[in-house]
Each structure stands twice: as C-alpha cells, then as structure tokens.
C-alpha cells in the first residue's frame, strides 16, 4: 500500500516535471509547476519530515504561482517557436 | 478579477492569517517554525493581492508595514544573539532556557503534552524570523505585483 | 552530434544514479553516520527544551546558520528593490510634489 502511493506520487512528479518543460503555453506551464509542488510536498509529508512539507507548500505552490503568473500576464503568454 | 473570486479571497484570508501566527508561535511543539509561518501568511498577503484591484488593496497594505517588519525581525534576532553574549557564554547562548522566568519551564526526555511556556529564546527567535519573513517575501511580492503593471503600462504608452 | 552528446551524458548519469541507490551502499532510511544524531535525539530536548527536534536544532545548535539565511533574505530583498530603483523614485517624486 505504501509502495503503490510513493510509485503514484513519483510517476506523477515525472509527468508534471515533463509537462512543465513541453507545455507551449506559459500559463498552463506555470500551473503544471504549482502541481509539482504540490506532489513534491505530499512526498515530503509521506517521508517523514513535516516542516519541509509546509515551507514547499507556502512557497512553491502559493508565492512562486502568483509570481510565475503575473511575469506571464506582464509578457507574452506563448512560448517562442524556435 | 471577478467578484466570486475576491468575495472568497476575502472569506479565506483570515484563516489563512490564523494559521500562519499558529505555525509561528507554536514552532518549538508541532512541526513548522519561523520560515514556514512567515511563508504562510506571506501567501495570504498574495491572495489579498492576486485577488483585489490595486487601487483598492494599496490603502491597508502599505510599503513601510513590510519593511518595519522585515527590519525589526532582523535587528530582534541579531539583538537577542548577542543577549547570549552577555547573558550566559557565548553568541546565540540559549540564556533563557531552563530559568524559571519567561519561557523557562523544564522538559524531560520523553513523550509529552508539550507547553507553550518551554523553549528558552527559540520562541522568541521564531517570532523574530517569522516577522522577517512575512515582511521579505510581501515585499518582494509587493514589488513586483505593483512596479511590474507600471512598466507594462508605460510601455503600452511609449509606444 | 549534439543529440548523441547530450543522450551520452543522460546514459551515464542515469546509470550512475540506479548503481549508487540499488547496490546497497546506501541505505534508503539509515544514515550512514548515527552518533551525532542520537545525541541530538537524547539531549536535545533537555538542554533547550523544545518539544519538536527540528526547531531545536535550526534555532539552538545549528543558530548561526540561522543567521545567514535571514542575512540571505535581506540581501534579496534589497536585489529586488535595486531593480525598481528608478519607478520608487518617481513614485516618491510624485508624493512631494503632491
């Protein structure tokens, strides 16, 4: 049981890590980011270790989505084709 | 944004505030401390700003809230480091604990129930990191969430 | 070229990385070193008389450390002001003037 929430949550943390890279719109991109953190905080809390839980929570996908999201409403939305 | 959205903001916002003191004045019980309360309540000011026109939100949230709080955050820490210095042997000497007095109550080792009242400086130096905190990342969150629009729209006028 | 460069450089990490954590030189769980947590784990709780360890040892044995961070964040947030230096002072130019 404990082995197929830590594959769950890891293979989730792939996924939205890819997502963030290979999403083109930067919105969608930086909302992929606030999941990641999200995962990457319930991952904390199934290891054990509590205060970091909160501080990646807080921070990652509190401050750092409102501040990817206003950099992304202050510039262009559309990533540059190369 | 649209009226749902700050109605709820403004519903939220003082349990997103509650908990963030709770994470910082209980730092030395249950998990957390002074970084992550200050986060928290650093993300409650981010919603009150994410959520409310600028001209609406400016008058209660102002800049020099945020930089006296950032300020005597730091200077409270530095200030009772060096206590240590004079109070008991060396810098950041833990002078308090142990004393009865404030935050003075002896703790054994073992499970307990846990009182507010133990601890020694580390409540103080919590609440001290916490204020610097909340201060440092409002500010940054205020900087760029009020200079940022400004540029955009002297640009938008430029051209 | 470049493809290969970088699928090359993946390759050998990656193997790295599964050698290392599948050999049993390191334990998931077990830190190699224990003496110096157990007595932080023994006396901790006497000697400063925070319940939750964590708080002990960021506050209390490793304070310094502390120190530097909330240094760090000062430092960061003075960055940030640097580069709207010049909006904050039209802004307070502005409030004189009116």
């Known amino acids: 049981m404990d082995l197929a929430i830590q594959v769950l949550i890891l293979s989730g943390l792939i996924l939205t890590g890819l997502l ?41 996908a509190g401050l750092t989505t409102a501040i990817l999201i ?3 409403r202050s510039t262009t939305r559309r990533e540059f084709d190369r | 944004m649209s009226k749902i959205v700050s109605a709820a903001a403004d519903f939220l916002y003082p349990f997103v505030m509650i908990f963030g003191f709770y994470i910082v ?56 480091a060096f206590a240590g210095l ?7 000497y833990n002078w308090l604990a142990r004393i009865p007095g404030l935050f003075g109550e002896q703790v054994s080792y073992g499970v307990n129930p ?8 580390i409540p103080l130096l919590n609440i001290a990191v916490g204020l610097e905190v909340l201060g440092a990342l409002s500010l940054v969150i205020y900087y760029l969430l009020t200079y940022v629009v400004q540029m955009g729209v002297n640009k938008h006028h430029g051209q | 070229m470049r493809n290969l460069l970088i699928t090359a450089i993946l390759v050998v990490l990656s193997s790295t990385f599964v050698y ?21 784990l023994r006396h901790g709780q006497e000697q400063t008389g925070a319940n939750n360890i964590v708080t002990a040892v960021v506050f209390d044995f490793r304070g310094f450390d502390t120190l530097g961070e909330a240094t760090v964040l000062f430092v960061v947030v003075l960055g940030v ?10 802004e307070e130019e502005e409030e004189q003037a009116a």
Request: hydrophobic share 50%.
């Open chain 1, 70 to 72: 206003k950099a992304v």
């Open chain 2, 25 to 80: 004045l209980h730092g030395h019980l249950t998990p957390g401390g002074g970084f992550q309360g200050g986060a928290v309540i650093a993300t409650g000011v981010a919603l009150m700003f994410a959520a409310h026109r600028y001209r609406d939100i400016a008058p209660i949230f102002k800049k020099a809230i945020f930089n006296t709080c950032e300020t005597v955050g730091l200077v409270l820490f530095i200030g009772l």
């Open chain 2, 114 to 121: 846990g009182s507010l009242d133990t601890g020694g400086i």
């Open chain 3, 81 to 90: 002001g640097m580069l709207f230096r010049k909006l904050m002072a039209e």
């Open chain 1, 20 to 60: 963030v890279f290979y999403l083109q719109d930067l919105l969608h991109s930086a909302i992929a980011f606030a999941a990641f953190s999200f995962l990457m905080s319930v991952e904390f809390y199934i290891l054990q270790a509590p205060d970091v839980a909160i501080a990646e929570a807080g921070i990652g």
């Open chain 3, 20 to 40: 290392v954590t599948t050999s049993g030189q390191l334990q998931f769980g077990k830190p190699a070193q224990t003496r110096m947590d157990d007595y932080f």
């Open chain 2, 86 to 92: 004079f109070y008991g042997k060396s810098f950041m």
